[in-house]
């Protein structure tokens, strides 16, 4: 059952957050001990290994796993109980539904273009990406950039950054054949930082000074502008389980939308959810 219906978005005050109050959010674990193992999408990454840390400082008998493998990773771990949440960077497909999996939606997060920090290129239009990613714009000079040859780096077909990119972005455009695919955010920011002609995308919340984003159709990328509606290319990120949580499972999801879980929201580049109401 989708709990997406009842979001809104959550007003962060981090100054005002104590050291204190960090402390009352840990209670809940104080009594508990056992493995918790979550995989899937990979932008939820720098949000779950922040959480996972003040849990496991707080109370040592709790242990957290966190691996990555995209969104359909996530699905199929989940579904069939390898992990006690399954991460996605979507909502679920049609065909997930029937697997008996509660989502929760605990972010808002942007996806965008990026390219080498030294290339001249500040606007990309959706027609000029659409024509980059089938192959039939090839150098940069076209795009009124150096003359040199472009190299694309694209997601494999599981990842969740992928299929926002695909749908909202190049409009279910065919992805050409050259492109180079990375398996996460943090491979695909690495990749391009390193070529001068590569071209990527990622989650908003990677882009830092290793990359650059151009503005699309003049648009910058930001938390801000994903916030507003502004910048269009926009999802929600979810922990998904085998049912309704409880235990372990159910105490972390409460911290992830706990004020202090929502200063990690934050400082990871995403826009905090709330689905307490």
Known sequence: MLKNNFIRLITIFPLLLSGSL???????????????????GTAHIPVMKKAAREIMGHNPDIRITIAGGGSGVGVQQVAKGLVDIGNTGRALKNKEMGLGLDSFAFAIDGVAVIIHPENPVDDLSQQQIIDIYQGKLTNWRELGGQDK????FSR??????????????????TLATSANIVPSNGAMKTAVSQDLGAIGYSSVGYIDDMVKAPTYNKIT????????????????????????PSGLTQAFIDYI????GAQHIQAAGYIALDTKL
Do not use: W
């Not at 939308?257 to 202090?260: L, M, T, V």
């Open 22 to 40: 960090a402390a009352d959010e840990l209670v809940a674990f104080d009594d508990m001990s056992g493995q918790l193992n979550i995989a899937g």
């Open 221 to 244: 990328p930001s938390q801000e502008a994903c916030a507003s509606g502004e910048y269009p290319v926009v999802r929600r990120l979810y922990m998904n389980t085998k049912g309704a």
């Open 156 to 173: 494999d077909e599981a990842s969740g950054t992928r299929s926002v990119f695909s749908k909202k972005l190049l409009k279910g455009a």
């Open 149 to 152: 040859q472009i190299h694309l």
């Open 257 to 260: 939308y706990s004020p202090k």
